[in-house]
């Protein structure tokens, strides 16, 4: 099924950095694309950044393009977003999340992919 | 902000059904892309509940089914259970921004 763990959230001040970090475990890493979603406090679901397996393809939300980056080390199983210029509204829990586009019976068109599993989440809190 | 409305909040007795609405427009669910349902339990991260649409995971009981229709999906739960009490984000894909993953705006499930 899988398991994932992010790790490197943080007070931080704004205009910031912090790198966050996700550790695969259970399943091959290097087949899957990965995901950022972030949470504000008390608010929904907000989709944050997309990489393909190899790395050849990153998507990001409008609110962090030019100022987060997202990149993964698959000899590493691991996930990585760096987070520069941070601000006030990037204050949320950040959750990776595997990108699935197949079940046991069919696979699905693009645009079409779920998350699953998702990690527990790093609380990232930008203020002064 | 989001691209995908869902009712605040929606309520029912326990073993009542209750139907949660995920509306969009032509260039998400109406393009044809899929749907998916998320159960996010009070302080901890949401869990797959459905995928493309129809279909259960396993472990996910046979209480909770979704459906598609035009340019909206729906999550029904029957036999609404104490458990059940949850926030629910359905989650598809827009095609106006490359890449664009979005999610519902959210509804929370109470058990009364």
């Known amino acids: 099924e899988g398991q994932l763990v992010e790790s490197g959230g943080d007070l931080v001040q704004p205009g910031g950095s912090l790198r966050l970090s996700c550790a695969a475990s259970?399943?091959?890493?290097?087949?899957?694309?990965m995901n950022w979603v972030r949470q504000a406090p008390g608010k929904g679901l907000e989709w944050v950044s997309y990489i393909s397996s190899s790395s050849s393809t990153m998507y990001y939300a409008d609110s962090v393009k030019g100022r987060f980056t997202i990149s993964r080390d698959n000899a590493k199983n691991s996930l990585y977003l760096q987070m520069n210029s941070l601000r006030d509204e990037d204050t949320a829990v950040y959750y990776c999340?595997?990108?699935?586009?197949?079940?046991?019976?069919?696979?699905?068109?693009?645009?079409?992919?779920?998350?699953?599993?998702w990690g527990q989440g790093t609380l990232v809190t930008v203020s002064s | 902000q989001s691209v995908l409305t869902q009712p605040p909040s929606v309520s029912g007795a326990p073993g009542q059904r209750v139907t949660i609405s995920c509306t969009g427009s032509s260039s998400n669910i109406g393009a044809g892309y899929d749907v998916h349902w998320y159960q996010q339990l009070p302080g901890t991260a949401p869990k797959l509940l459905i995928y493309?649409?129809?279909n259960r995971p396993s472990g996910v009981p046979d209480r909770f089914s979704g459906s598609k229709s035009g340019t909206s999906a729906s999550l029904a739960i029957s036999g609404l259970q104490a458990e059940d009490e949850a926030d629910y984000y359905c989650?598809?894909?827009?095609?106006?921004?490359?890449?664009?993953?979005?999610f519902g705006t959210g509804t929370k499930v109470t058990v009364l």
């Open positions: 999340a595997r990108d699935v586009d197949c079940s046991s019976t069919r696979c699905y068109t693009w645009g079409s992919s779920w998350f699953d599993p």
């Open positions: 259970g399943f091959t890493f290097s087949n899957y694309a």
């Open positions: 989650q598809s894909y827009d095609s106006r921004l490359s890449g664009s993953r979005v």
């Open positions: 493309g649409n129809t």
